[in-house]
């Protein structure tokens, strides 16, 4: 079965620290690899995404995101963290085999950056 | 670009009434998707559609929900009748999908809050 995990509910970081949400996931074939913020009373805008190639992909707001195919882990990192970056932030995957273009989604973990 | 639209922002109801969303994708995106998403967790997709065929329901409570999508561009969700474990955000989502490769980018409306009393 197809899955993806947030381990953390909530992420609290420092504003100038770095932070780091986890994903991992189980799929099957080659993954492909979205992030996703939701900020409040919002829909989920995109981030990122790892199709193939470089395993260090970097996206919208000075994110960026380290797939690592040993470990099936795709976690979200920036190096200095902001408090306008406090939201709720989802991974999902799609596998590459079967239905096509159907997203898995994450819990989500909340992100709170404090001042 | 406009981005995905959906209507209403916010809808309140009573249980045993019927409420129906509105989605209009980007234009000239072909897959068109509706999610579920419940206060806490991520997005359920419950319906995707390929222009206008379906070609996902399997999460879809058809004895409740029914979704459209005529003319392969904008889409109608309707819940009849309504239950209260229904109050969720409903998300629309859209992407080019016209290859099939999986690759593309699937971008979301603001979403409609639905309250069932």
């Known amino acids: 079965a197809q899955s993806v995990a947030q381990p953390e509910d909530q992420v609290n970081v420092a504003e100038g620290n770095p932070l780091t949400v986890k994903c991992t996931y189980s799929v099957s074939g080659n993954p492909y690899l979205f992030w996703y913020v939701q900020y409040p009373n919002r829909g989920l805008q995109f981030l990122l995404k790892y199709i193939t190639g470089d395993n260090l992909v970097k996206g919208s707001y000075g994110f960026e995101a380290e797939f690592n195919k040993s470990q099936t882990s795709f976690h979200l990192k920036k190096p200095s963290a902001l408090v306008s970056d406090s939201a709720l932030y989802f991974c999902?995957?799609?596998?590459?085999?079967?239905?096509?273009?159907?997203?898995?989604f994450g819990s989500g973990t909340k992100l709170n950056v404090k001042p | 670009e406009a981005g995905v639209a959906q209507s209403p922002r916010y809808k309140i109801i009573e249980k045993r009434q019927s409420v129906a969303f509105w989605c209009n994708p980007i234009s000239g995106h072909a897959t068109l998707y509706w999610y579920q998403q419940i206060l806490g967790q991520g997005p359920k997709l419950l319906i995707q559609f390929q222009n206008n065929g379906v070609v996902d329901d399997s999460q879809l409570p058809k004895d409740r929900f029914s979704a459209e999508r005529l003319k392969g561009v904008d889409s109608t969700l309707k819940i009849q009748p309504a239950k209260l474990e229904d109050s969720a955000v409903y998300l629309c989502?859209?992407?080019?999908?016209?290859?099939?490769?999986?690759?593309?980018?699937?971008?979301f409306g603001p979403g409609t809050r639905l309250l069932v009393l």
């Open positions: 989502a859209s992407s080019s999908g016209t290859s099939g490769s999986g690759q593309e980018t699937q971008y």
């Open positions: 999902a995957v799609r596998p590459s085999l079967y239905n096509f273009n159907k997203f898995y």
